[in-house]
């Protein structure tokens, strides 16, 4: 059996990528039930970054900053109360970009990827399979790793291990793909070239890609001009069978690297400036596995509004699916605290139905549930069957603007009706900067198992 790897959730309004507000995607009827918590240990709470928790067989490997910001990897046998822990030389400051990562390959060993924000590639890999006392840190293919962001593990359709990452910087960047060969245990150039480029002049900040119920790989990105996230610009989409070569949603080749001028690919042309941002776009797949895909921008009164987008005879129609009657600017680098606006969750949620999360600074948070065929607003309520209780959201902390944090299982329980996630609480996102004032208590990591 392949061995499928994903990238640990990080999901927040301005990363695209494994951290997860508990409070955006929590609501009432879960599924799952709590069964157990067991502590793993204490963590930073002035700041959210992303952790990774994986399942592999019999083990779990939980990867976080410790109180003292170092990165540390622990294990423990399913069923087991006591975690082994690895500190690996690598220490975060406060930059809520540094998420890590990992994959186990088909030969059992441990990789690792993390606290890079435009800084030189931080990977690490077990020489022994499973034994993490045995991380070594080493570099992939020698070039274009002095300024990574952005790491994620996926495999392709054959079961290889991928890794992707983003050279240079928020408005110059490009995106590669390599491929860790298990016989060599070597890593090489998955593409010849750069999955994105922008050209020195910009860089893509892409969703996905994502595998969809047609089987194929599905991604979409905005632009951006410069480190200011009020220059996101131009929503676009690609499709993949193998992840090599990509077409349009018409099936229309696209040439490598995708750039900006390939007009066949936009989705929507957003100018900048124009209310979008780098992760407020969201994909999801209606009963005919098309892809829609729901984003904010500015209407032409400049209030925002959400909209979404489907392919539709030949060409993406795009429909504002709010009349909100309120401003909503944003700018500034670094990762973004709350901006006034967030689309959290994007899928369906009961036949014929899609749903999409909000959350906005003047009209609260809810839903906005959609018309399958037809995209248009639903005039009733409708029950939205959640996934985790609720409890899981509620901050322990009485400290004003603490936020409980998710990590969901990068790896698989095959046929399980058990799930495990890490939870912590945190302060919101500082522009990637220490917070001013006294910092708050380190908060505890859980490891949380839940039963459907």
């Known amino acids: 059996m392949q061995e499928i790897t994903r990238l640990c959730t990080f999901l927040a309004v301005w990363l695209f990528v494994m951290l997860v507000d508990a409070s955006q995607v929590l609501v009432s009827g879960a599924e799952y039930r709590i069964a157990k918590t067991i502590d793993v240990d204490t963590v930073p709470s002035a700041f959210p970054v992303g952790f990774c928790l994986l399942t592999h067989g019999q083990q779990q490997l939980?990867?976080?900053?410790?109180?003292?910001?170092?990165?540390?990897?622990?294990?423990r046998k399913l069923g087991e109360t006591i975690w082994q822990k690895v500190e690996l030389p690598s220490k975060i400051g406060w930059d809520s970009h540094n998420y890590i990562t990992m994959a186990v390959d088909s030969a059992?060993?441990?990789?690792?990827?993390?606290?890079?924000?435009?800084?030189?590639?931080?990977?690490?890999?077990?020489?022994?399979?499973?034994?993490?006392?045995?991380?070594?840190?080493?570099?992939?293919?020698?070039?274009?790793?002095?300024r990574c962001t952005y790491p994620r593990f996926l495999n392709d359709r054959e079961g290889n291990l991928l890794f992707s990452y983003r050279a240079g910087r928020s408005g110059n960047g490009r995106r590669f793909f390599n491929r860790y060969g298990r016989q060599t245990e070597t890593w090489i150039r998955f593409l010849n070239t750069p999955l994105f480029d922008g050209q020195g002049r910009r860089n893509a900040y892409p969703i996905g890609p994502k595998r969809g119920p047609d089987g194929r790989f599905h991604v979409i990105w905005v632009w951006r001009d410069t480190p200011d996230c009020a220059t996101n610009h131009g929503l676009s989409y690609a499709?993949?069978?193998?992840?090599?070569?990509?077409?349009?949603?018409?099936?229309?080749?696209?040439?490598?690297?995708?750039t900006l001028d390939q007009s066949i690919l936009c989705v929507d042309p957003v100018p900048t400036g124009g209310g979008i941002i780098n992760g407020c776009e969201k994909l999801a797949f209606d009963a005919k596995d098309r892809p829609v895909i729901a984003y904010h921008k500015r209407d032409s009164k400049n209030l925002m509004q959400i909209y979404v987008a489907r392919f539709e005879h030949g060409r993406w129609i795009c429909r504002p699916v709010t009349r909100w009657d309120k401003v909503i600017d944003f700018s500034g680098g670094g990762a973004m605290p709350f901006i006034g606006i967030n689309i959290g969750d994007f899928r369906r949620v009961q036949t014929g139905v899609l749903g999409i999360r909000f959350r906005h600074r003047d009209y609260g948070t809810g839903w906005i549930f959609l018309d399958e065929s037809t995209l248009q607003p639903v005039p009733r309520t409708v029950a939205v069957p959640s996934i985790y209780p609720r409890t899981l959201s509620r901050p322990s902390s009485d400290l004003p603007g603490m936020h409980v944090r998710l990590a969901t299982d990068s790896g698989s329980l095959a046929g399980s009706s058990t799930e495990y996630l890490l939870r912590w609480e945190t302060l919101a996102a500082n522009h990637d900067r220490r917070p001013k004032g006294a910092l708050p208590p380190p908060s505890t990591l859980q490891l949380v198992k839940l039963i459907r």
């Open 108 to 146: 059992g060993a441990v990789h690792l990827a993390g606290n890079m924000h435009c800084v030189p590639l931080i990977y690490f890999r077990t020489r022994i399979p499973g034994d993490i006392t045995t991380f070594e840190r080493l570099p992939m293919i020698g070039k274009d790793e002095t």
């Open 62 to 75: 939980a990867a976080y900053y410790n109180a003292g910001h170092q990165m540390v990897v622990a294990r």
């Open 239 to 258: 499709r993949s069978r193998d992840l090599k070569t990509w077409t349009n949603a018409a099936g229309v080749t696209a040439r490598l690297p995708l």
